[in-house]
């Protein structure tokens, strides 16, 4: 293991990767496996771990442990596209600001203290009480929060490679800015700017929780992590499992990121704090 | 430059480079919260279409709509409104509730939100009370236990607990004081006029809650300002010259780890402002933050608007003061660049 992989040779890298791969096994294939349908009523609600449900049923007499199966998914992939929302747009703008040197630096810079001006909660609150509830304003919300701060470092990632030789030298064989940009500057700029993916994909995994939690997501009768958690807070002391289980799934994931991500970071030696603001990471 | 041009730069900057500096900062502040409300309206009110149509839901009858939207104002320009809004809003007019209105009530959102805000203020401010000495004091001890198990534990914590969302944490700590050891009440329900600090024991769950998820930042901050302050020469200088290790600590590491620390710590309370928006929905604890909550389930559009602006400008606040408190500080910040 050497070089890109050095990271997992330290325990927080390798405990890290180990936590995701479980998790993320659970959330992908955990739903071939789970003994029944999420949403069927299989027993008394609120029952107690059993052999026919190890971890009892919910308030509506469902399987917690087929619910929790099937519930990892939609909270992953939910935020893996806003995560990859994000950087597509940031991306798009901060190549485009650093090469074109334009005025849509001050811009983006303006964009970035707007958006600090706002918990990055509240702006998607705002969000869905005028658009309504729905997946793609989650995903969208979530990219709009994140994407000035991408665009910010890779706009100062490209105006860095820009003025290297083999950048001059593909705009002197006449390849045009879209070619240039693709094959000279994205490989080279890659590196500083995927470095704390790990943690606006743990940003996006908290922020769509938390919407969904605030029954501002996904709909009953869909599992989720979040949602179960606050359908069935309610009555934790019937049933605790149903309540304790996909917060420790929830917990266990973004502790696994963050764990990752802070051993890529130091491996590179970059330093890795999650941001408190729970929100806009700059640069 | 010349030397006139050079003496009149100085001048006019040792006049109070900090009123300058907060003159500058307020301007910014006050940018970005115009920038704010726009977007706020924006998103409530232009994107979808209708307003006063979300506000009945999809059962409404065209009727009940074009009445609402008369009511609500919506015939005007969409300008309009939004001066008017922003006009009230500035006085302290919030609006009439809307999903009052579709009621054929006139519920003010200020006679809404006035008792929550106060509600609000008190859990935040229990939260930071705690959280600025408690992460000052574990931050520096994990500075002086540097590579030892109290530094990892202390580092390691903080990571974990900064990666779990509110509700998770929450509903964690629920699950264990709660339903396991019968300590503390699940919820912090306080009924309507009465004091939260009344009843103290409903808000230990809550401060804990927040403090959790803001700590982490905070320590790790400290922790790395006063590692390198123990580093310097003055420390290794004060330490031979025979000071006692504690004068040593306060008086010369941590005073200097102090600076950096408080924009991160100054985050940090911009953090409790965003995040009592979950901790009081987990806990059923009526502040601004559930408020806002149930007016964006009920799109009580009006209602969402002027609390958003509201949190929004006690975000900004803050940051300003932060960075007042940072130059006052750090002399060095108040000379030119």
């Known amino acids: ?283 | 430059m010349t030397a006139l041009a050079e003496r009149r730069a100085i001048e006019r900057r040792s006049v109070s480079p900090v009123v300058g500096f907060l003159g500058r900062r307020l301007l910014g502040a006050l940018a970005a919260l115009l920038a704010a409300s726009v977007l706020i309206f924006a998103a409530v009110q232009v994107l979808p279409g209708n307003a006063a149509s979300a506000v009945l839901g999809r059962d409404a009858t065209p009727q009940a709509i074009q009445i609402l939207s008369k009511q609500m104002g919506l015939d005007r320009p969409a300008v309009t409104r939004y001066f008017d809004w922003l006009g009230g809003f500035v006085h302290g007019d919030l609006g009439v509730s809307s999903v009052a209105l579709a009621q054929g009530q006139h519920t003010t959102v200020s006679s809404l939100i006035s008792s929550p805000l106060k509600n609000s203020a008190i859990l935040a401010g229990l939260a930071a009370l705690l959280m600025i000495p408690l992460s000052l004091g574990l931050g520096a001890l994990a500075a002086i236990r540097a590579g030892k198990p109290t530094d990892h534990v202390i580092s390691i914590g903080s990571l974990v607990s900064i990666s779990a969302p509110e509700f998770v944490t929450g509903s964690l700590l629920v699950a264990l004081f709660f339903v396991g050891l019968h300590w503390l009440p699940p919820v912090a329900i306080v009924p309507p006029g009465a004091d939260p600090l009344a009843t103290p024991k409903e808000l230990i769950l809550p401060v804990v809650t927040l403090l959790f998820a803001s700590l982490a930042a905070g320590i790790r901050m400290v922790r790395a300002g006063m590692y390198e302050a123990l580093q310097t020469e003055y420390v290794q200088a004060a330490r031979l010259n025979g000071l006692a290790e504690k004068r040593v600590l306060i008086r010369y590491a941590l005073r200097n780890a102090l600076a950096p620390s408080v924009q991160v710590l100054a985050q940090n309370l911009q953090y409790l402002v965003g995040g009592v928006i979950v901790v009081e929905t987990v806990f059923a604890y009526p502040g601004i933050g559930s408020q806002l909550v149930s007016a964006v389930q009920n799109r009580d559009l009006t209602a969402v608007q002027s609390i958003a602006m509201l949190i929004a400008v006690v975000y900004v606040l803050i940051n300003v003061l932060a960075d007042l408190i940072v130059m006052l500080l750090i002399p060095k910040l108040r000379e030119p660049a």
């Open chain 1, 1 to 283: 293991m050497t070089g890109r992989l050095r990271f997992l040779r330290t325990p927080s890298g390798a405990i890290g990767i180990g936590i995701l791969t479980c998790v993320l096994l659970v959330a992908f294939v955990g739903p071939y496996l789970a003994p029944h349908s999420p949403t069927a009523v299989i027993g008394a609600p609120l029952s107690g771990a059993s052999g026919h449900a190890p971890l009892g049923t919910d308030f509506l007499g469902r399987d917690v442990l087929s619910r929790l199966l099937y519930g990892g998914r939609s909270v992953i992939g939910l935020a893996l596209a806003a995560t990859a929302l994000a950087y597509l747009i940031g991306m798009t703008i901060g190549l485009i600001a650093g090469y074109s040197r334009s005025v849509v630096d001050p811009i983006l810079m303006r964009t970035v203290d707007v958006m600090l001006a706002f918990p990055p909660l509240l702006f998607l609150l705002v969000l869905i009480a005028g658009t309504g509830q729905s997946r793609t304003v989650m995903v969208v919300g979530v990219a709009i929060i994140l994407a000035p701060g991408i665009s910010r470092i890779v706009r100062t990632a490209t105006q860095e490679v820009a003025v290297r030789g083999y950048v001059e030298a593909a705009v002197a064989r006449g390849e045009r800015p879209p070619a240039v940009l693709l094959r000279e500057v994205v490989p080279n700029i890659l590196a500083p700017v995927l470095v704390d993916v790990g943690l606006r994909f743990t940003f996006s995994i908290l922020i769509v929780a938390s919407v969904n939690f605030l029954g501002l997501g996904l709909q009953p009768p869909s599992s989720n992590w979040a949602v179960m958690i606050s359908e069935n807070r309610q009555y934790i002391s019937l049933n605790w499992l149903s309540v304790v289980a996909p917060a420790a799934m929830i917990a266990i994931l973004t502790i696994g990121v963050n764990l990752t991500g802070d051993a890529i970071a130091r491996s590179l030696g970059r330093s890795y704090t999650p941001s408190t603001t729970r929100g806009v990471v700059t640069a």
